[in-house]
């Protein structure tokens, strides 16, 4: 948990004109949403346009701004739906893109010479997991661990009920534990 | 969201231990000088935004400093001159001082009021009590106001000094402390010399010429001590105007009934 001032004090101060805020603010999220779009959008080209657009869209949004639930709530549903968009406008590429997202590329993204191959191997094949979930299975994954949102936020960002965020969520970690950790699946 | 089939720590810790991908520093700048602009702010670091915090205020606090000082100033000036005022005995000046506006202004005004006074005394009139101040001339109008005090100021200082010259117990030189402010000589303006400045007095206006005893009778007498007084009368008649002499005598015993007059008078 970050110390000093919370994400929604912030953002009301940027609300209020306090450029300083919003890179405090922008500090602490911009590697989570970059990840969760990152690995939605499957490109990395696409995925830093996505982003670019999540924060015009937060910084054209900040009059309106009123800390009704917690800012990450707020920031992830700005980028579900600037991702909603994207998949909208390019549907069948995107879940091309999205499907065919190739495991190595990611790995080639970050190069890291002194990882062990074990640790790259275990890296690349959680990736491949991840990437191999249906993409709303692998939005509740992601806003969970990029986010740190609760079932009931992931509901809220992705506009479903929640139990249906909780069936999401829960199939998503029965393929991962069979794909990742070799569990047997268990429905 | 502790239920394990929600949430599984193995998996957490393999995610957390992936590549940490970020968007690129050109993203961020983009980014952040959108958010910048929005708001209508410039790059700052923390020290230009103390620095900028100190030089905001400098000039208020620099010019609130400045009036309490003023005002501070102001007040302990004013606290040290009103006792100064109130108990300031008339202006004495030193023989080295030059004569003032005020100065010159009193011989002139006295020369008009003698004038006026003889010609009553001609007239075979009373002379004005001792008590009304001179009434003021055209030429002490024309020496300015700064040399004409208001009259009520005047008076009650003429009234001051004729008290001080009756009680010879408030003869007390004045110490120097006690020194009359610039500002308090316009009103110490009228002809009301300290008692023991009499003789200062009577050398000033010897300096401006020898004038006629009439002349010299009227103005100052307000402010001229007993002993001027007899010194003048005793003058007159060494000079073999016994007219005179009479008359200032005359005069003198009737503002002075009570004083012994020396010998060489009192026949």
């Not at chain 1, 919370?6 to 949403?33: C, I, K, N, T």
């Not at chain 2, 000033?204 to 004038?211: C, F, L």
């Amino acid at each position: 948990m970050a110390s000093g001032p919370s994400d929604e004090e912030l953002m009301l101060a940027y609300r209020a004109g306090e450029a300083s805020a919003f890179d405090a603010l922008y500090a602490r999220h911009r590697g989570g949403v970059f990840r969760y779009l990152r690995r939605q959008a499957g490109s990395a080209a696409v995925a830093e346009d996505l982003f670019q657009d999540v924060w015009l869209r937060l910084i054209d949004a900040r009059g309106s701004y009123e800390p009704r639930a917690r800012f990450t709530t707020w920031l992830f549903t700005i980028a579900h739906n600037r991702l909603m968009d994207h998949f909208r406008a390019r549907a069948r590429a995107a879940l091309v893109s999205y499907d065919d997202h190739p495991i190595d590329d990611v790995a080639a993204d970050t190069p890291r010479p002194d990882e062990s191959l074990a640790r790259k191997q275990d890296a690349a094949q959680l990736l491949g997991a991840i990437d191999a979930l249906p993409a709303a299975q692998r939005e509740a994954f992601l806003l969970q661990q990029e986010g740190e949102l609760s079932l009931e936020e992931i509901a809220a960002v992705t506009g479903v009920n929640r139990e249906t965020a909780k069936s999401r969520l829960r199939y998503a970690m029965v393929k991962l534990r069979a794909e990742f950790l070799r569990e047997p699946e268990r429905t | 969201m502790s239920d394990p089939d929600l949430r599984d720590p193995r998996l957490d810790q393999a995610y957390r231990e992936l590549p940490g991908d970020e968007p690129p520093p050109e993203v961020d700048e983009r980014i952040r000088a959108a958010a910048r602009r929005a708001v209508g702010a410039r790059p700052q670091s923390l020290e230009a935004r103390e620095r900028s915090w100190a030089s905001r205020w400098r000039v208020p606090l620099s010019l609130a400093a400045s009036v309490v000082v003023v005002v501070t100033l102001t007040m302990m000036v004013q606290e040290e001159q009103r006792p100064r005022f109130e108990e300031a005995p008339a202006r004495v000046p030193t023989p080295s001082t030059p004569a003032t506006l005020e100065d010159r202004a009193v011989p002139r005004a006295a020369e008009e009021a003698n004038r006026t006074d003889a010609e009553q005394r001609r007239a075979v009139k009373p002379p004005a009590p001792a008590s009304s101040a001179p009434v003021p001339t055209e030429r002490q109008r024309a020496a300015g106001d700064a040399a004409i005090a208001p009259p009520p100021q005047v008076e009650s200082l003429g009234r001051r000094e004729q008290r001080l010259e009756e009680s010879p117990g408030a003869r007390a030189p004045a110490s120097p402390m006690m020194a009359p402010a610039p500002a308090e000589k316009a009103l110490a303006a009228p002809p009301a010399a300290a008692p023991g400045a009499a003789s200062d007095s009577l050398s000033r206006e010897r300096a401006v010429g020898e004038r006629p005893a009439r002349e010299m009778r009227s103005a100052p007498q307000v402010a001229r001590s007993p002993e001027d007084w007899i010194e003048e009368i005793r003058r007159l008649k060494s000079q073999g105007r016994d007219a005179d002499a009479a008359a200032e005598l005359a005069e003198f015993r009737r503002r002075h009934p009570d004083y012994a007059l020396p010998a060489d008078l009192a026949r």
